[in-house]
Every structure is written in structure tokens, then in C-alpha cells.
């Protein structure tokens, strides 16, 4: 029972467009949301979080959007640059657990 | 500052061996501390986690167990390795009450 999903496992964008990746759950209890960026053999880096008491937040290039209702919340990357091409994954959390999705992997080409 | 370790970088098993991987965390006191892994089309799965000194939970039935014999030390272990064990292994710590968790750089599994 995935909790936590990505639908889209690849994502192309030319450098300097938006890059949006998605990111769904079913568990109304999360109270927090977190992105994270990782490079192949490397554990992953935290990138930016958001709180369920808030439906936007921004940090440089990187903005993350909530939408509760939908239980959908969204990472925006602009401008994209080459070095952003890494596989990104959203993580929820409920005490004190991270539930991580299945990962987007983002190509961002010149 | 905190920093965890986490070895062998890679590991390569035959199937039915023992396994044992290590996770040390440096810098904090009673941190919670995790196990994932990455596997093919399943992102992250949450294998284990840890609040206290002997205080296991288990997310997934699975051929593996964890053991913190100490504060800031983390052990996943296997007695008979299956070709499905094989994958990337990470160990994470956080704070109690804090979201963020910060991970090692990860083993290579791969049982043959």
C-alpha cells in the first residue's frame, strides 16, 4: 500500500523552463512534507519541506504547493538548470516516521 | 555538527550468507534512526525504525532485522541472504519532534 506517490517516474525540461514534479498520498494524518534530491550512490539530500497548516512555500528557485484537499502537493523548479538533473522524491510524515514515493527522475538538458 | 556513517559502500553476497551493515551516528544524543531502502520501481521503502536503545519497529515483514545495541548505533543484519535482498541500503537519522531526516551515503547490496 503505497501512501505516498509519484505517478510520473521521468520528467524532461529544456534548461531555464519550470520543472513540476507531482506527488499524491492518501494519509490525512501527514503533517509535514518534505522533497528530497539524490544523486546515484549517494544518499539523499533534504531540498525544501512545507507543514499541512500551509499551502506555499519558497526557497530560491525551489517552491513546494500543498493542496490538502487533493492530498496533492507539488515541487517547482525555475529556473531549471543542468545541475538540478538528479531523481527527486517527496517524503509525508506522521510521528516521526518519513514515507517516501517511488521517486521522480528529472533530466534537465541545455 | 552531526554526521552519520555508514559502510561498506558496496557489498556483493552469495545467496544464503549472513549480512551485517553499520550505521553510526556522531554529534546528537538519542536521535531516531532509520533503515531504507531503494529498490527498482519502489523509490524508498521504510524498513526499520528506531526512538530508543533496543526499541525496534519493523514497517515491512521481510528476511531482515535491525539491532541498536547502543545510542548512536544502528545494525541491519540478515542469517540467509535472498536475490531479493539485493538493492541500496540507507541508514537516516532525525531528532525527535524535528521532520528532517539526514541520510548516509548508502551500501550497494548485491546478493549473487
Known amino acids: 500500500d503505497q501512501q505516498v506517490k509519484q505517478n510520473s517516474p521521468s520528467l524532461s525540461v529544456q534548461e531555464g523552463r519550470i520543472s513540476i514534479l507531482n506527488c499524491d498520498y492518501t494519509n490525512s494524518m501527514f503533517d509535514y512534507f518534505l522533497w528530497y534530491k539524490k544523486y546515484p550512490a549517494e544518499g539523499p539530500t533534504f531540498l525544501i519541506s512545507i507543514s499541512s497548516i500551509k499551502d506555499k512555500n519558497e526557497d530560491g528557485r525551489f517552491t513546494v504547493f500543498l493542496n490538502k484537499s487533493a492530498k496533492h502537493l507539488s515541487l517547482h523548479i525555475v529556473p531549471s538548470q543542468p545541475g538540478d538533473s538528479a531523481v527527486y522524491f517527496c517524503?509525508?510524515?506522521?510521528?516521526?516516521?518519513?514515507?517516501f514515493g517511488t521517486g521522480t527522475r528529472l533530466q534537465v538538458f541545455p | 555538527s552531526q554526521t552519520i556513517h555508514q559502510w561498506p559502500a558496496t557489498l556483493v553476497q552469495p545467496v544464503g550468507s549472513p549480512l551485517s551493515l553499520e550505521c553510526t551516528v556522531e554529534g546528537t544524543s538519542n536521535p531516531n534512526l532509520y533503515w531504507y531502502r531503494q529498490a527498482a520501481g519502489r523509490g524508498l521503502q521504510l524498513l526499520f525504525y528506531s526512538v530508543g536503545i533496543g526499541q525496534i519497529s519493523s514497517e515491512v515483514p521481510q528476511n531482515l532485522s535491525a539491532s541498536r545495541p547502543q545510542d548512536r548505533q544502528f545494525i541491519l543484519s540478515s542469517k540467509k541472504l535472498l536475490l531479493s535482498d539485493s538493492g541500496f541500503y540507507l541508514c537516516?537519522?532525525?531528532?525527535?519532534?524535528?521532520?528532517?531526516?539526514?541520510f548516509g551515503q548508502g551500501t550497494r547490496l548485491t546478493v549473487v
Open positions: 537516516a537519522w532525525s531528532v525527535w519532534g524535528d521532520t528532517e531526516a539526514f
Open positions: 517524503a509525508a510524515s506522521f510521528t516521526d516516521k518519513l514515507i
